[in-house]
Structure formats: structure tokens, C-alpha cells
């Protein structure tokens, strides 16, 4: 969370554009840290919530 906080500060602050926060987190290594150990629970929950707005969408 500290790592997402910094960055959200930052922006607010105008030291970073919004369109930076991305490029501005993946350039820190305790965040690319987390990604990993979390990816392939990240990506089952994408899946998990495409899946849930498709079925919304078809009913």
C-alpha cells in the first residue's frame, strides 16, 4: 500500500502525471516484488471478473 500512497502523493502533488503513475509504480522495485508474487492470482481474478461482466451483459 505504501508503494500505491507514494505514488497517489506524488501525482496529487503534481510532481508526476496522471498518465506517468503507471510507468512511475513499475520502476519501483517493491512494487514489481509484489506483481510477481502475484500474478497468477491477479490474472485469475481478471479472468473471474471478465467472466462475471460477460454474463451480466448476455442475461
Request: aromatic fraction near 14%.
Amino acid at each position: 500500500m505504501r508503494v500505491y500512497f507514494k505514488a497517489e502523493w506524488k501525482r496529487a502533488n503534481g510532481e508526476i502525471k496522471d498518465s506517468k503513475v503507471q510507468a512511475y509504480l513499475e520502476k519501483d522495485k517493491l512494487y514489481r516484488d509484489i506483481m510477481e508474487i502475484y500474478r497468477d492470482g491477479l490474472a485469475s481474478h481478471k479472468e473471474n471478473i471478465e467472466v462475471f461482466y460477460k454474463n451480466l451483459r448476455d442475461n
